[in-house]
């Protein structure tokens, strides 16, 4: 038994297939807000192969799948929808050919899906990235006061000494509650920086493969750590150039006949590395 499935937040319309038979024996919206979702998949047998394309916001639904014992494939999105010929997009349909490509055993699915673990991982790099982007906010605010105030200090702002200027900066009240609330917030983030760069490092000298590319001038953890969670087994790639289409680093092309123009690389890969 197969099914099709048109993942939403908010529900998924589901196309059931008997392999055996051809029949069908599941058509219907299933909403995620009311209690639907447990019943329809505990009703059916152990060992059901539900596919999907590849979304976010979906792992309590892998989970689900798994305590029922069912299989979860998730395809490319792009394929499947390059298999559909005619412009009409709704749910059922996309519900309807996502079975009907698994059944004909032609549906593309991922070559490699991260853990559960190596998910993980990439929050911890996604929560370091937004701290430090927070910090830099909080950090050109205060060189805005100081340089209002004719102090042009850049990364000497940062020191010790940089600190006891901005401290002693003669501001108006509400500009002085700015510069207190500003100089709290960066030691926080310096704080929360600190220990989430510790826990990379760890996270990367514990991977094989990070520890590797580390090896490399001018790759840290945080380079080498995204890089081995984005691309997975290197073996996946048969040579370089599908590498570095797969990281959005080829360049766009628009050539025709004896003309070829390179324009500015194309930046289709993933946005997380």
Known sequence: MIIGCDFHPSGQQVFGLDTETGEVFADRWI???GDEVDPFYGSLPAGV???????????????????YGHQLRIGDAAQIR???????KYDRRDA??????????????????????????RQLLLHRDKLVRMRTQVKNQLQHIALNQGQQKKRQLWSRGGRQ???????EPWTARRRADLLRWLEQFNSECTVLDRAVQEAAEANPAARQLMT????????SLGFVLTVGP???FQHSRELVSYLGLNP?????????RLGRISKQGSGFL
């Open 216 to 223: 490399h001038p001018g790759v840290g953890p945080v380079i």
């Open 252 to 260: 766009q092309e628009d050539s025709s006949g004896e003309r070829r």
């Open 96 to 121: 309807e050919r996502i079975a009907r490509l698994m059944r004909e055993g032609t549906f593309p699915a991922l070559r490699w899906v991260p853990s559960l673990e190596e998910r993980d991982l």
């Open 82 to 88: 390059a298999c559909e010929v005619r412009k009409q």
């Open 165 to 171: 200027l901005l401290e002693q900066l003669p501001l």
């Open 49 to 67: 192969v539900v596919g999907v394309e590849a979304s976010g916001n979906m792992l309590w639904f892998e989970r689900k799948l798994a305590h």
């Open 31 to 33: 909403g995620h807000e």
């Open 234 to 236: 290197i073996e996946r």
